[in-house]
């Protein structure tokens, strides 16, 4: 069972006249197989907290624990080591290595983790979204909604205890943005993962387990 | 590597022009080392035959053979195991008419120095007004038993045997012995060489011992000649530092949101530095090859008047030169790959 906590997390920009405050005082918490929405208007720290879980950033107060152990204090080449391994990202764009076909980026992966996955593992996973017949195109062949879907089956590919989204749908249609979401929802509930997508699309929030809201940094839970 | 492998295959138009870039500056060098080579070689080749360490002069001479005269004495009173030389330039002429400035260069047949000089065909015999000379009199169509007539003198010398890597001072040199020399020259010592260095207190007054390294950049000429070379030469391994430099940043640039995102994704930067030091590791390799290839196709076909030498040392040097540059240029976009930081280019 994996967790995800935000311990009172602050987050501060700047000193003196200049200083603005993205987060103040987070408290969350999050547990595998639930899919979390956080939205929020333009502006209001949806992506700090998103980087910050992502040990892509440091709080200026306050925790972030992953299963328990704090990764705030790690050093930058730890955090890149855990995003390797525990984290999955998928952006809204650039997700995808430009030059790699679908198949070369699940390769990379294994590069990467000097790790030899059989392909009988990519092809279930690539057969579970679809995208089996995508293997020998490049990024720059594939729609907005086949990229997002192969962007999660490589995030999914390492097998991270959680995936951070942020903004996965802006780039797709209501109906693309449905399925995706959808996608993400199984996974959490059937892979286990703790799956964290940040939106200030207010569709999706029928959709997640849990809504969290973010304003000027503050951040609330809504209730469903 | 596999990205940057991936990559550079991908993007093959973008890499084959740095790559052709490369080359070309790569071949204008090897080129210019091979010329600079050459012409260093047409200078100094004989000495270098003669294996010496030490030649002594005339103190007024300035290291210039030519301008050394040493008297009887002076000569009488250095070690006796060095071989005097006796220089004389002009222009001989066969008697079917063919013409060559040449340096009469007249030594004792029992000297360590002609003792060394080795015969591509022909006898080492210099007795009796004969003569082993260069064999480039022998490539510009002169024959053993030919004769060479020394102008504005009787003198007649017969080719008994030709000799390789004989030029001094850009010119074929005719070995003769001191007697032959004498109605040209009256016989004058213009130096005296030694296989090994000489203890000063052995150096007569009026007199200055040189090392053969000191005495070969004092050949008219030859400094200047090599300098210039080695300006253009440096020149070319800072343009190859700025090409490399210039091409790899705005590449880097251009994909530094991917760079970012690739971060984020948990790959290090060491990864994508160490990506980029292999890409410009294979395309400077690549480069050289090319260059090198064509470079000794380029010596082979040029006429035989270009005094061009690549060899192996200068291929080696070259080569390692261009890459040590190339992995320089690439100092530049690392810092970019390192300064990227993933939380902007998602943050925006």
Redesign the interface.
């Given at each position: 069972m994996s967790n995800l906590i935000f311990d009172s997390v602050t987050k501060i920009f700047g000193e003196g006249s200049s200083k603005y405050v993205a987060l103040e005082n987070i408290n969350f918490e999050a547990e595998s197989g639930q899919l979390i929405l956080v939205i929020g208007p333009s502006g209001s720290g949806k992506?700090?907290f998103?980087?910050i879980a992502?040990g892509?950033?440091t709080p200026t107060n306050g925790d972030v624990k992953i299963n328990d152990s704090t990764i705030n204090s790690l050093s930058k080449?730890q955090q890149?080591?855990?995003?390797?391994?525990k984290?999955?990202?998928v952006?809204q764009?650039?997700?995808l290595?430009?030059?790699?076909t679908v198949e070369?980026q699940f390769?990379?992966v294994d590069?990467?983790k000097n790790q030899n996955l059989t392909e009988q593992k990519m092809h279930e996973l690539l057969s579970d979204l679809g995208l089996l017949e995508l293997l020998k195109k490049?990024p720059n062949q594939l729609s907005g909604g086949q990229k997002q879907r192969v962007a999660i089956a490589r995030a999914l590919y390492t097998d991270p205890d959680y995936i951070l989204a942020?903004e996965p749908t802006a780039a797709l249609d209501t109906d693309r943005s449905m399925k995706v979401i959808e996608l993400l929802r199984d996974l959490a509930h059937k892979r286990n993962k703790i799956i964290i997508v940040v939106t200030h699309d207010l569709r999706l929030k029928d959709m997640a387990d849990k809504v969290y809201q973010i304003i000027d940094g503050k951040m609330t839970i809504l209730e469903k | 590597m596999f990205l940057a492998i991936k990559e550079m295959l991908h993007e093959k138009l973008r890499y084959s022009l740095i790559v052709a870039l490369i080359f070309l500056v790569s071949y204008l060098l090897i080129i210019l080392t091979g010329l600079a080579t050459g012409l260093a070689n047409l200078n100094k080749a004989a000495i270098n035959e003669w294996d010496a360490s030490s030649i002594v002069l005339n103190s007024d001479s300035e290291g210039r053979l030519q301008q050394s005269f040493l008297s009887q004495d002076e000569v009488a009173s250095l070690p006796n195991n060095g071989t005097r030389i006796s220089q004389y330039s002009t222009l001989v002429k066969s008697e079917n008419g063919l013409k060559e400035n040449a340096q009469l260069v007249a030594l004792d047949s029992k000297s360590f120095i002609f003792k060394k000089l080795k015969i591509t065909s022909g006898s080492k015999n210099i007795r009796n007004n004969a003569g082993v000379v260069s064999d480039k009199f022998k490539s510009d169509g002169f024959k053993i038993g030919d004769y060479l007539l020394v102008a504005n003198s009787s003198l007649r010398i017969k080719i008994t045997g030709f000799t390789p890597r004989a030029t001094l001072s850009a010119l074929p040199v005719v070995y003769i012995s001191p007697d032959t020399i004498q109605s040209l020259n009256k016989g004058v010592t213009n130096a005296v060489v030694f296989k090994n260095t000489l203890n000063n207190s052995k150096i007569p007054k009026g007199t200055n011992q040189l090392s053969i390294g000191s005495f070969i950049n004092k050949l008219p000429g030859y400094s200047a000649q090599q300098l210039t070379f080695n300006f253009m030469i440096g020149f070319l391994y800072i343009i190859i530092l700025i090409v490399i430099s210039i091409f790899l940043y705005i590449l880097t640039v251009q994909k530094l949101p991917n760079l970012g995102v690739l971060k984020a994704q948990g790959v290090s930067t060491q990864y994508l530095v160490l990506s980029t030091l292999f890409q410009s590791f294979i395309m400077s390799v690549i480069g050289v090859i090319i260059a090198i290839i064509l470079g000794e196709i380029t010596a082979i076909t040029l006429p035989s008047e270009v005094p061009i030498v690549i060899d192996k040392s200068n291929i080696i040097v070259t080569g390692i030169g261009i890459i040590i540059m190339s992995l320089l240029g690439a100092l530049i976009p690392i810092r970019q790959i390192a300064k990227v930081d993933p939380y902007k280019i998602i943050g925006g």
């Open positions: 992506t700090t998103l980087t992502g892509l950033q080449k890149t080591k855990l995003r390797l391994e984290i999955g990202f952006l764009s650039y997700n290595v430009p030059f790699l070369e390769k990379f590069k990467l490049y942020d | -």
